[in-house]
C-alpha cells in the first residue's frame, strides 16, 4: 500500500525553510558476525564470540558514512540520537546538531534500541533511521509499527527486510528526497531469520510484521526471494555448474560463496557445501568449510584464487549480503578480474541490476559496471553492477 503524504510536510512551505527531524539511532554491534562467518551477532554468547574470533565494530563507519551525504541539508536537519555510540558520537562526528535519548552506555541492548524508538515516536520526529540488520528492524517495529516513517541504513548481517537503503549513501539520498521532494511512503516487510537454524545451514525467515519505509524502487532494498525449485530451474543451475566444474583450475583456489545454485557446483563434485556459508575449494575438493575472513585471506596467501559468487534473489546482491567473509580485503587480494558470477536466467531475468555494498566504497565503485554472468552452460550474459 503506497501512502502520500501532506503538502504541508516539506521541508519547504510558502518560501521558507522548515527544519525537520530524524530520530537516529545506531546498533553498534550490527554487522560484526559477518566478517568472522557467524550469520549475526544476536545474542550475548555470539557476540562474545565475534569478538574473540577478531570481529570489529562495523555499524559506528557505516552510520557516519550514512550522516556524511546528509551534509546538503544539515542545516535543515535536526537529530534526535540515541546517547553515546546508539547515534550521539556518529551525530558529533559528523557536525549536526542533536539532541540525545538516554544515557551513555558501554554495553547496549535491544531495549535500549527499543527506548529510543519510543521517545523519537513520542517527540514526533519526521523520519526515524536506524542503522542495523533485522533484529534491529525488528526492535523498531516492536514500538512503532505503523505509526512512523522508518528507514533502515544496512550495517548487519541479516538484512531480507524491505526497510532497508542499498547501502548508506542510497539512505541519504532517500532521507533528502523524503524530506524536500515528498516521496511516498510504502507498506514494507519486516523479516527475521531464526540464526541457530542460519547457522546450520538452514534459512527460515519469519514476516513479524510492517513497517512505513520511504518509496524510492530503485534505492531501497526488496525483501529476498527464495530461488523457485521448478524443473526448468534446476536443469539450469546444473548446466551452469558442469560449465564452472569443467572450467576449473586444478591450480586455482576457488572462493564459493553461498546460494543454491552455487550449491550445485558441490553436489555434481560430490562435496557437501555449506548452503548458507563460504566453502573454499582446491582441485575440485573442499579444503574449508563455512570459513570467516580470516580463514580465506590464509587459505589464499601466494596462490592463484578465483571467487564464484550468485546474486540473491530478489535483491541482486553479489556482495555485502550474506557473504561478508568475502570482504574487501579478500576481493583486493583476488583481484577484480577473477571473479566470477553465476545466475540462472530466470533470476537474473527478475532483477533491473546487479549490486554490492562491500563497506567499503573503493571497492565498491570498482566492482560497478559491465560484468559477465555465467547464465547457462557455456553462455554468458553482460549485467550491469550498481
Keep these: ?16 525553510v522548515k527544519v525537520k527531524t530524524i530520530g537516529f539511532i545506531v546498533n553498534p554491534i550490527a554487522g560484526m558476525g559477518g566478517p568472522v562467518g557467524l550469520k549475526g551477532t544476536d545474542g550475548r554468547d555470539v557476540l562474545e564470540k565475534a569478538m574473540v574470533l577478531g ?5 559506528p563507519a557505516r552510520a557516519e558514512g550514512f550522516l556524511s551525504e546528509l551534509m546538503p541539508i544539515r542545516g535543515r536537519v535536526q537529530l534526535i540520537a540515541g546517547a553515546g555510540k546508539m547515534g550521539e558520537d556518529e551525530a558529533r562526528s559528523q557536525g549536526f546538531s542533536f539532541t540525545v535519548i538516554g544515557e ?3 554495553e547496549t541492548s535491544s531495549e535500549d534500541t527499543r527506548e529510543v524508538a519510543r521517545r523519537a515516536k513520542k517527540a514526533g520526529v519526521d523520519l526515524l533511521v536506524f542503522c542495523g540488520g533485522d533484529g534491529t528492524a525488528r526492535d523498531v517495529l516492536d514500538v512503532v509499527d505503523l505509526e512512523l516513517p522508518v528507514l533502515g541504513v544496512p550495517t548487519g ?13 542510497a539512505a541519504a539520498r532517500i532521507a533528502i528526497k523524503f524530506l524536500s521532494e515528498e516521496l511516498p511512503l510504502r507498506e514494507v516487510e519486516v523479516m527475521d531469520v531464526d540464526e541457530e537454524a542460519f547457522r546450520s545451514g538452514r534459512l527460515s525467515a ?18 529476498k526471494m527464495a530461488s523457485p525449485s521448478t524443473e526448468s530451474e534446476l536443469r539450469n543451475q546444473t548446466a551452469i555448474a558442469i560449465y564452472i566444474i569443467e572450467e576449473m583450475d586444478p591450480n586455482v583456489i576457488y572462493i564459493i560463496g553461498p ?10 563434485l560430490d562435496q557437501k557445501k555449506t548452503l548458507l556459508g563460504v566453502d573454499v575449494f582446491y582441485n575440485k575438493r573442499i579444503v574449508g568449510q563455512d570459513v570467516n575472513e580470516k580463514q580465506i585471506l590464509e587459505k589464499i596467501e601466494g596462490k592463484a584464487a578465483k571467487i564464484i559468487v550468485t546474486p540473491i534473489g530478489g535483491q541482486g546482491f553479489i556482495f555485502g549480503r550474506g557473504n561478508q567473509q ?12 577473477n571473479i566470477i558470477v553465476i545466475a540462472t536466467k530466470q533470476k537474473l531475468n ?9 563497506g567499503d566504497s573503493t571497492v565498491d565503485d570498482e566492482l560497478r559496471g559491465d560484468i559477465k554472468a555465467v547464465v547457462d552452460y557455456g553462455e554468458e550474459r553482460l549485467t550491469k553492477v550498481k
Design 259 to 268: 546460494g543454491t545454485t552455487t550449491r550445485t557446483i558441490a553436489d555434481l
Design 326 to 337: 568475502i570482504s574487501p580485503s579478500v576481493i583486493r587480494k583476488v583481484g577484480l578480474h
Design 104 to 106: 551513555r552506555k558501554a
Design 206 to 223: 519469519n514476516l513479524h510484521g510492517y513497517l512505513l519505509t520511504p518509496y524510492e524502487p530503485l534505492l531501497i532494498q526488496a525483501s
Design 55 to 59: 570481529a570489529v565494530p562495523m555499524a
Design 350 to 358: 527478475g532483477m533491473k541490476c546487479l549490486r554490492v555494498d562491500t
Design 1 to 16: 500500500m503506497i501512502h502520500y503524504l501532506n503538502k504541508k510536510d516539506a521541508v519547504v512551505k510558502n518560501g521558507e
Design 157 to 169: 548481517v541479516k538484512m531480507q527486510s524491505g526497510v532497508f537503503a542499498v547501502n548508506p549513501r
